[in-house]
Each structure stands twice: as structure tokens, then as C-alpha cells.
């Protein structure tokens, strides 16, 4: 796959109207974490962060991939800060109260 071959280590996506967060994969595949709270050395992590209007869908199956999945049915945003090598994420309802975090090194 191209994020594989790009090293990508982040896809956001949006539109499911739940929040859901993979494992890193590669090549289809789960990889290994290993010691780290979340980031593979290598892998890609998908991300869903909800919705941030009134439209809530009911919560999809989980998959093997899932790592964190839910509906809140409630409005939801993210942050992002990026030093150096390391991406952090930290994801809250509309009461600011967080809901996810995670920390990806490249």
C-alpha cells in the first residue's frame, strides 16, 4: 500500500460520525507495540474523530484493526501538536472531557 511505502504514520479521516482509532498497520496487519502506549516504530494509524455536528450514526461493529472504538453522541474535537519526531493526539467531547490520547514517534 502507498502509506506502507511512504512511511506514513497519521491518516485522518472523517464522515463515519463515530470515533474510532486503529492499531498501526502494515500491510494490512496489526503491528506489535511493543513497550510504546500506542506508536509502532512502524505502521499507519486510521483515525475517525466523530462528528462535530448533531449527526450521530450507531456505532459500526468493531473490527480486528480497532483500537479504541465508540459513540458518545456527542459533538467531539481533536488536538495535534507535532515536536520534533513525536506526534501527540488528544481527543475531547464538547465538555472538554478527553476521550483518547496517543503519541506516534517516527
Known sequence: MI?????????LQGHNHEYSRSYPLLDGAIVPEGEQPVG?????VY???????SKFN??????????VHFQ??????AGITVSGRTLSFEA????GNKLDEFILTH
Do not use: C, W
Request: charged share 25%; glycine share 8%.
Open 3 to 11: 502509506f506502507d511505502k511512504y512511511q506514513v504514520d497519521l491518516v
Open 40 to 44: 509502532a516504530a512502524r505502521g499507519t
Open 47 to 53: 483515525l475517525v474523530t466523530n462528528a462535530s455536528g
Open 58 to 67: 450507531e456505532k459500526k461493529e468493531d473490527q480486528f484493526y480497532h483500537k
Open 72 to 77: 458518545n453522541n456527542q459533538p467531539m474535537f
Open 92 to 95: 475531547y467531547d464538547i465538555g
